[in-house]
């Protein structure tokens, strides 16, 4: 038995069904779980914790410190970290241009493994436990983020062309067939097997439907479809020109919001009828707002889809279009944009906009029984915060605190699946340095493809 005793924290935010906030507070992990919460750092007798062996124990001194749930990207594609700054000032469509060129010409199986570790590395750091990962040369991917500590949450990538990494549509439907007991050889925490159908604009409806059909005979309880839906207006007039509908209409025409949990990219624009549809099929959103402002795509009206009954989460989408992994920017743009496109200051309240951070996009993996909150018998996927500097002096409204004021630098630790994998503000697990030298020299091919491009 493996015991992890974090004590004497100022606050610990859990994110339970009340959004109970306890002061003074312990919290002990045993093989993994969270086995006890407790708001007195010196409780009476008959409640204290139980007593382990001290060779079974490992004691976290919390002191000055927040705990909160680990953060949930529900969106991004982390080798692209590789790629930051290749593709600026250029909308969408110009993005793709670029990116695909680079990609084609450096993103081997060995370069997103590396890309990916070095994605997941900066989003521990950052306070994120889990991300939602679409990228080719998937299992290189997983291994990579894997490798760091992180819940990542990845798998194939459909386009029906050859892609950047030039495979046949039948070898993308044989790697998911395989997924599942790839997923088991690789290790790493519980995680959905997830089907990744790039968009409606690189799949047709036929492909769409094969695709679900694949996934769908999967023996496991666990399945998701991530795709990009509606991230701008020239997308949907394109696909609507070819094909006669909306990219939610397709993929529901193609089944792929039915059954297995489904989250849609972006979302940004969404019709009335295509929001009734995902909120019907109990789809969900990854609301990216750095990037829809970035490449100028639109403003996605939170107010609106959330009063439709969908569920939104957050996501950072990729280095290449946002730029950074930084999710707490992410929840700040979210409840900044959110009260500008409704004029109304009380729109996305602090705790919404937390919620969307942690066990909303917990839900919309179909992990919400696992991670997301702070609660006895949970998976222990949780972060600290330094609480003891300037901008977080004094606290009034602590959620308030947290979207507003708080930021990645403030993360000191990060644990996953009970597993410690950032201590002080470095990764417990991997030579950072190693991994940065891989980085730049990888970096400087894709800088040469993109220039060409």
């Known amino acids: ?24 507070a312990t919290i002990e992990i045993t093989d993994g779980v969270v086995s006890a919460l407790h708001p007195d750092p010196h409780p009476h007798p008959e409640t204290q914790l139980p007593r382990h062996a001290e060779a079974d124990l490992q004691v976290v001194d919390g002191r000055g410190k927040l705990a909160m749930p680990g953060l949930v990207n529900l969106h991004t594609h982390l080798p692209m970290t590789l790629l930051r700054g290749l593709a600026e000032n250029v909308d969408l469509q110009g993005f793709l241009r670029i990116v695909w060129a680079a990609e084609g010409a450096v993103m081997d199986p060995d370069t997103v493994r590396v890309g990916a570790e070095l994605g997941a590395l900066e989003s521990l750091l950052a306070g994120v436990t889990t991300t939602l990962d679409m990228y080719f040369h998937h299992e290189a991917a997983h291994e990579g983020a894997v490798a760091t500590g992180a819940r990542h949450v990845g798998g194939p990538v459909f386009f029906d062309g050859p892609g950047p990494d030039g495979l046949a549509w039948a070898q993308r439907l044989d790697a998911l067939a395989a997924w599942p007991e ?32 694949v996934l769908t005979s999967q023996r496991t309880d666990r399945r998701l479809v991530h795709v990009h839906a509606s991230e701008n207006a020239a997308e949907n007039a394109d696909v609507l020109t070819r094909l006669g509908a909306t990219p939610t209409q397709i993929l ?159 993360v000191t630790d990060a644990f996953v699946d ?23 020299e990888r ?11």
Not at 418 to 439: C, E, K, P, Y
């Open 1 to 24: 038995m493996r015991v992890i005793r974090i004590e004497n924290l100022a606050h610990v935010v859990t994110v339970d069904d009340d959004f109970t906030i306890l002061a003074n």
């Open 182 to 213: 790839r997923l088991r050889a690789i290790g790493g925490p519980t995680i959905p097997v997830a089907a990744m159908p790039h968009s409606t604009y690189t799949c047709s409806p036929d492909h769409l439907a094969e695709v679900c059909r």
């Open 252 to 410: 529901a025409g193609a089944g792929l919001l039915d059954g297995a949990p489904s989250v849609l990219g972006h979302g940004v624009h969404l019709s009335a009828a295509d929001r009734a549809l995902v909120a019907a099929a109990g789809a969900s959103v990854a609301h990216c707002p750095g990037s829809n402002l970035k490449l100028a795509s639109g403003a996605l009206p939170w107010t609106t889809v959330a009063a439709d009954g969908i569920r939104l989460g957050l996501g950072t989408d990729g280095c290449s279009s946002s730029n950074d992994l930084d999710l707490w920017q992410t929840m700040r743009q979210t409840a900044l944009l959110a009260r500008l496109t409704s004029a109304d200051p009380t729109a996305a309240p602090a705790v919404d906009i937390i919620r969307a951070a942690t066990i909303d996009g917990a839900r919309a993996l179909g992990l919400g029984d696992l991670i997301g909150s702070l609660e006895v018998g949970k998976r222990a996927d949780l972060i600290l915060l330094d609480l003891d500097a300037p901008h977080l002096t004094p606290i009034h409204d602590l959620p308030a605190l947290l979207v507003f004021a708080a930021g990645r630098g403030d």
């Open 418 to 440: 009970g597993r410690h994998v950032v201590h002080d503000r470095r990764s417990n697990l991997i030579d950072t340095s190693v991994l940065l030298r891989r980085a730049r």
């Open 443 to 453: 970096g400087l091919v894709a800088a040469d493809a993109a220039r060409d491009a």
